[in-house]
């Protein structure tokens, strides 16, 4: 695990002032905003600190076991070989937070925002994730053994995990590595890291994993799904067929409320540059849906490709108050008709044509490489 290494001592009046109450904490920080508090090798212990801003705070070395941070904002703070034992951090902000070396046993991160944080090093044995959020969080050398709700987390980027963390972590959901990033080949293979497998399993294993390894196509793209939260049946079924195909995506399962949300739709789609957009009478009155295919169709003129597919579940966009070159500019697509969705032969068939026409994949049979630009 290496090393520890010297934390020091919290500036005392930066303490005090934490000590006295997060109302208290937390106007002083707005009335400070250029001050990076100082609460090295603090005891926090069983503090509640509900609601707190700690954002780009010195941590390292802090006892924070059983402390209470739910809805803590902690993006960019170093909380170095500290120990949040216990600690509760529900939706609390761990935007690009530094929790190397740390000890988060049985710690709550259920709906935290976990951008960019580094786990390097640290202890998340029977740790809870219950639908928290990632995008590009560092899993190195890390053990989740026993931690809940992973196969719940939303990815809205890939994550890094290494060997090292699955070969200390034992069996890990599916759904969570994929959504780090891990390949289905690769899933297989790290299934073969499991204690006790009987050589028929290994063979079993094995096999699997050349099949996929070898005859799976590579795809190219991941997909954003961008639709109203009324058509999420719709998105259902169309999910599940995608998983059957290996097919990547993005979709956001929660109600767009936050104003920040924005700039993570963005991101999203930047990073998943292949738009599906679900038209139908609720979606066309969503301002959301009329954003994501706004940034869609920008995206296309940096790429000089297509970005957008529409599929229409209803005819209610012809007469949508979307900004007419907007609409012009959908209309130049071919929009594949989903209506009779509800009938599975018929889903079926308009699915093919969907998956033909994205061309989302690399066929290592074929002689040339679609362009990827």
């Known amino acids: 695990m290496g090393p520890k290494r010297s934390v020091?001592?919290?500036?005392?009046?930066?303490?005090?002032?934490?000590?006295?109450?997060?109302?208290?904490?937390?106007?002083?920080?707005?009335?400070?905003?250029?001050i990076e508090p100082d609460l090295r090798g603090a005891d926090l212990r069983g503090v509640n600190l509900w609601?707190?801003?700690?954002?780009?705070s010195n941590l390292?070395?802090?006892?924070?076991?059983?402390?209470?941070?739910?809805?803590?904002?902690?993006?960019?703070?170093?909380?170095?070989?500290?120990?949040?034992q216990r600690a509760n951090l529900t939706r609390a902000s761990l935007n690009a937070t530094h929790f190397i070396g740390s000890n988060l046993r049985e710690a709550i991160l259920d709906?935290?925002?976990?951008?960019?944080?580094?786990?390097?090093r640290t202890t998340l044995i029977d740790s809870s994730f219950r639908?928290?959020?990632?995008?590009?969080?560092?899993?190195?050398?890390?053990?989740?053994?026993?931690?809940?709700?992973?196969?719940?987390?939303?990815?809205?980027a890939p994550s890094v995990i290494d060997s090292r963390t699955l070969a200390l972590s034992g069996d890990l959901p599916d759904a969570f590595l994929r959504g780090c990033g891990l390949p289905d080949w690769l899933i297989e293979a790290y299934s073969l890291m499991k204690p006790g497998l009987s050589n028929e399993e290994v063979v079993d294993i094995t096999y699997r994993l050349?099949?996929?390894?070898?005859?799976?196509?590579?795809?190219?793209?991941?997909?954003?799904?961008?639709?109203?939260?009324?058509?999420a049946p719709f998105v259902d079924a169309l999910e599940r067929r995608l998983e059957v195909r290996g097919v990547r995506f993005w979709r956001d399962v929660r109600h767009a409320t936050s104003g920040r949300l924005e700039k993570v739709i963005d991101r999203a789609i930047r990073l998943n540059p292949t738009v599906v957009v679900v038209l139908s009478e609720t979606a066309v009155r969503s301002d959301w849906v009329e954003h994501e295919a706004r940034v869609a169709r920008q995206l296309e003129k940096e790429l000089g490709r297509d970005v957008l597919c529409p599929l229409a579940l209803d005819d209610s966009w012809k007469q949508c108050k979307w900004p007419a070159r907007l609409r012009e500019q959908?209309?130049?697509?071919?929009?594949?008709?989903?209506?009779?969705?509800?009938?599975?032969?018929?889903?079926?068939?308009?699915?093919?044509?969907?998956?033909?026409?994205?061309?989302?994949?690399?066929?290592?049979?074929?002689?040339?490489?679609?362009?990827?630009?």
């Open 131 to 156: 639908a928290a959020r990632l995008f590009q969080a560092v899993i190195t050398d890390a053990d989740l053994t026993g931690a809940r709700g992973l196969e719940t987390c939303e990815h809205e």
């Open 111 to 120: 709906e935290a925002e976990i951008a960019g944080a580094d786990f390097n």
């Open 60 to 84: 390292d070395g802090c006892d924070l076991s059983g402390a209470n941070l739910t809805d803590a904002d902690l993006a960019q703070a170093r909380i170095g070989e500290a120990k949040l």
């Open 330 to 373: 959908i209309e130049e697509y071919n929009i594949l008709d989903f209506s009779q969705w509800s009938d599975e032969r018929a889903f079926d068939q308009v699915f093919e044509r969907l998956l033909r026409g994205l061309s989302l994949f690399y066929d290592p049979e074929e002689s040339v490489m679609p362009d990827p630009t």
């Open 210 to 231: 050349c099949n996929k390894r070898i005859g799976q196509v590579v795809q190219l793209s991941p997909l954003f799904i961008s639709y109203a939260h009324a058509d």
């Open 8 to 34: 020091g001592m919290a500036n005392s009046e930066h303490l005090e002032g934490l000590l006295r109450g997060v109302t208290e904490w937390n106007a002083w920080r707005k009335e400070h905003p250029d």
């Open 51 to 56: 609601g707190v801003d700690l954002s780009s």
